[in-house]
């Protein structure tokens, strides 16, 4: 199993580990310390030895920060993870705070007293990060405090190991474009702005330029590496060498120097030390990285990581492999549906339905020869209330049945070599109240209008995110996340910088993987999102129109819960969008099941409804 159902949580230590760190205020001249879920990479999937702020506060969503003072203990979330946090969280030391709304900068402004010192790592903070806290703590007469060491990791003594996953190769058949034209292009755009060098500190975006995958962190297939590139094309890799065997030694020497992680610093100074001009993305750059650009006397020049917009736009090939992989994903989907409706309701638990969902993948990925790697992240599969729980994780501790009655939101990912799948579907368990089938309808035509929707070029996803909340807004209701998220190619399944939501600023382009994933959840009731991947292209030509447009093209293939439609609350065109998709994926899906039972099961999930 890729998956593991222990709980990390550990709310009954929080207590003395909060007071553990506090003991150090006065040594270390500060009146609070921010402890990010982010580690020294500024992952957002983190290995064992990062997991601070679970470690801390028995926490283990994926985003989120904890502020210590002297007298109050915050956990910054978004709205994905309210419900979980208090769950898991001692709520005597613990409270709850807005990462959206009233994030550690805007707080600190508002309630820290004057002369506020804030403690931080700057491993662990990008630099865009601390210049908002720096302000916030200014406007109060108070002052950052760069430590030079940090004092949770001082109470960690039993902190596991880092991770020493092996490094592959990403083969050019998979990433469509060699990694020294990379490089080249890279250089060219460096020289163009004069800029003498850049700094490469996120890892997916080494594993990107490099054609290398690794395996150091849960279900995000990177090796924690940094990477200098220079104006000339030259290019230095920060990597432990015992990740890379025979084959990746190969591929990478011809490539780039190697050099162990430590000496990054040492290896900045050299090509700083002449007042060199060096691009840093300060978003995802620790600040201790620019500090040894500065303390060498170099320039840094913030700016966008160089590898980050070509990366997220997907090559012919990628998105071929994408493509691909996401049929092979449907047959295994469509296999776990078929297995999962034919259970006695309340026979099941969440562990099985998860367990279930990653052995098909794994047989259905040895019978097409393309291996499942792993998942692209840990599933949700959540029954009930715990469906309310936009980003709930099954652990031993919280599993219960699926009964009848209920319905079951079951969100996950595979990664493949060949590509990153990401797929949610809410099932009806027996017959589910009217007002579950409703609220599903909605989100459904949210889910249809981004599907469907056409647009002009220099569209963000902004201006395309109120497509998806328009019938749950006329219905009083709405969604606290984002209404999709960018997907990487055999890499991270939350990519950047494309994205759908309210703050979604960068324009969509034709190549860009995103996730299309409304949703509604009714607290200690139950959830419902319906997800599906898409990606960018150019919209054919509508005769008499004025200009050329951008649409979307599905690249998920599985069957939606005709039970919990009504057909009523659809239009003709939604209601012709959804049977035409239920035909594609019968069509793509059909012949390569072999069972004749799962076969006629997707023959009778995917029959048109008639309105």
Known sequence: MFQSFDSTSTPQFGRERVAAIRARFDDLGIDGFLIPRADEYQGEYVPKSAERLSWLTGFTGSAGIALITRSTAIVFVDGRYVTQLAEQVDGSVFTGGDLVNEPPHLWLAKHAPKGFRLGIDPWLHGGAEVKKLAKAVSEIGGTIVVLDENPLDKTWTDRPAEPMGAVTVQQ??????PA???IAEIAAGLKAKDVSAALIADPSSVAWIFNIRGADVPHTPHPLSRALITADGKAELFIDERKLGAEALGHLKPLAALHAPASLTARIAVHANDGARILVDPELTALALGHAIEAAGGTVVEGPDPARLPRAVKNAVELAGSADAHVQDGVAMVDFLAWLDRSQPGSLTEIQAVKALEAARARVGQSMQNPLRDVSFDTIAGAGEHAAIMHYRVTSESDRTIDDGELFLIDSGAQYVNGTTD????????TVPEDRRRFFTLVLKGMIAISTARFPKGTRGCDLDPLARIALWKAGADFAHGTGHGVGSYLSVHEGPQ???????????????LSNEPGYYRPGHYGIRIEN???VREAEDVAGGD?????????????????????????ADELEWLNAYHGTVREKLSPLITDAAVKA???EATAPITA
């Open 533 to 535: 991947l898409i990606f």
């Open 423 to 430: 797929i949610t579907r809410t099932v009806a368990i027996g």
């Open 547 to 571: 200009m050329a447009m951008r649409s979307f093209e599905t690249l998920t293939w599985c069957p939606i819960d005709r039970r919990l439609v009504v057909p009523a609350l659809l239009t």
């Open 499 to 513: 994205r759908i939501s309210r703050l979604a600023t960068q324009e969509l382009l034709p190549g860009m993987i």
């Open 172 to 177: 050019e058949a998979h990433a469509g474009k």
């Open 180 to 182: 020294n034209e990379k």
């Open 601 to 603: 099961w997707l023959e």
